[in-house]
């Protein structure tokens, strides 16, 4: 059965039609259209609409998209939508493969075949890419057609993949920007931007974005970054959509109500800076460190990571270097546990390389602002991250390399709890009123239901491929 054309203003539905076209002429046989008033409300906005989401790691993976992913897909299955989630049979850091396909709260999960590795390697990462995109293309082709699929950016380009089995199988695409690549490979020195495959992959990146039906990105400077990449006029098909935490399973402790991961920690008594989540290459570590030895002096003092990543290394040995016993590393706590894990910091920590606003958008900021704690933002204070911290008076931001500033923040936040309280507050009051997990759903059930409405010929699509092509060239 053909999917029904959807709009936000009139909703249209089509019985038995069949449209046949060679040489570029048509007719339409049995085409019977009625109209109905529309319905107000996000449950009205993905009626009957089915959904593939596809990024290399989902449910049971850890990982920031995984998890993102995860409930967005519980979500839209809860308002009626058919979810199919595509991913690789490999973990973020490696180790048992699984399944090759799983239902999880309603959402069907098909995973492909590809190598997993993890992360710990470039060769394992780029062996675990490429065997994903075969893997996931020839997936593509054999699962039943859905109405659209949503592309993430795991692994950099799966999006073109998406494109070309779209096109081919009459889906609508839909490119949510987690990270730009390969701009952000570049800001951190991986690649050089003037080497040939740098060139390669930032055209494939370009033509993906300005051919696909709708892109969704996760702040507003990421918006211009993207706008500069593809041209000025694709920006009326881009939406801002923030990522999100569920505000249900994060939240503050009940006054007096007891925290077994603080007690078992033996965190009582100290004034704990977190920092939880992925130590990955685009957090900014070098300030919070020098931070710490700063500070190895006040014994009440304590600076904990929670978690995993590349740069794991580079904080275990500043600390065995310069000898601190104020910073302490632990691994990845179950989801069960997070809420407390983050209650157990007094100053929640975000950071962000130099350089990196607008191409990556750290996803634990949301978690730390349901869990009703002071914002620290390290990094590059043009971030989007940066900018909701100071608009809403909810923590400090502190450009990478001020360690000095850095410290003085953290003894202030010491020194005076109930500021600390004020700010946490505030930073729980502006999670509920614009990044809870629902308004993230209302956001991109509207931007399906747009991109299912809008009807685009093939002319059309190459008119407006090619005035973006000449903006984004004006702009090189």
């Known amino acids: 059965m053909l999917a029904p054309r959807r709009s936000i203003s009139n909703f249209q539905f089509s019985i038995f039609n069949f449209q046949f076209s060679i040489f570029n002429f048509q007719f339409s046989i049995f085409n019977f259209q009625f109209s109905i008033p529309p319905v107000v409300g996000p449950w009205s906005l993905v009626f009957h609409m089915r959904i593939i989401i596809l990024n290399q ?16 897909a519980e979500s839209l299955v809860g308002r009626g939508v058919e979810v199919t989630a595509l991913a690789g049979r490999g ?4 180790g048992q493969r699984l399944a090759p396909s799983d239902e999880h709260r309603g959402v069907r999960i098909e995973r492909a075949w590809a190598t997993s590795f993890g992360k710990r390697s470039t060769f394992g ?72 495959v740098t060139r390669i992959l ?49 939240r503050p ?4 109500e007891n925290n077994p991961f603080s007690e078992e920690q033996d965190l009582s008594g100290l004034f704990v800076v977190l920092f ?66 983050l209650a157990a910091g007094d100053a929640l920590l975000v950071t962000l390389a130099a350089g990196l606003a607008g191409l990556s958008v750290p996803s634990k900021a949301y978690a730390a602002m349901a869990a009703g704690r ?26 990478a390399g001020d360690s000095d500033r850095l410290a003085a923040v953290i003894l202030e936040l010491e020194s005076d709890r109930q500021r600390a309280n004020n700010l946490g507050e505030a930073a729980r009051a502006m999670f509920d009123a614009r990044f809870e997990r629902r308004h993230a759903v209302d956001a991109y059930a509207r931007s399906f239901a747009e991109c299912m409405s809008t009807s685009i010929s093939d002319e059309e699509r190459a008119a407006h491929d090619a005035k973006a092509d000449r903006e984004a060239e004006a702009n090189l």
């Open 91 to 94: 973990r973020y850091n490696g």
């Open 202 to 250: 930032d055209w494939i990146g370009r033509q993906t974005l300005r051919r696909s039906d709708r892109i969704v990105v996760l702040s507003r400077c990421m918006r211009d970054r993207i706008a500069a990449k593809v041209g000025e006029a694709c920006l009326s098909r881009i939406d801002v959509i923030h990522n999100w935490a569920d505000g249900s399973d994060i």
């Open 253 to 256: 402790l009940a006054e007096g």
């Open 276 to 341: 939880s989540g992925n130590l990955g290459l685009v957090n900014e570590f070098a300030t919070v460190l020098e931070a710490a030895r700063l500070l190895r002096e006040r014994r009440d003092i304590l600076f904990l990571f929670i978690g995993d990543g590349a740069k794991t290394t580079e904080i275990e040995q500043f600390s065995q270097r310069h000898n601190l016993t104020n910073v302490r590393l632990l691994p990845y706590q179950p989801r069960a546990r997070l809420r407390y894990s």
């Open 374 to 399: 002071p914002l620290v933002f390290v990094g590059d204070p043009r971030s989007e991250i940066a900018s909701i911290i100071e608009e809403n008076t909810c923590g400090a931001v502190i450009p």
């Open 125 to 196: 990462r780029i062996s675990d890419y490429l065997s994903f995109y075969l893997g996931s293309f020839w997936k593509l082709l054999r699962l039943p057609r859905h109405d659209l699929v949503m592309a993430l950016t795991t692994p950099p380009l799966i999006g073109l993949v998406a494109l070309v089995v779209g096109r081919l199988r009459g889906m609508r695409v839909v490119m949510l920007v987690q990270d730009v690549y390969p701009d952000i490979a570049v800001a951190l020195g991986t690649l050089s931007a003037s080497n040939p």
């Open 57 to 72: 790691f989902f449910h049971p993976d850890h990982s920031a998209t995984s998890q993102l992913m995860t409930e967005l």
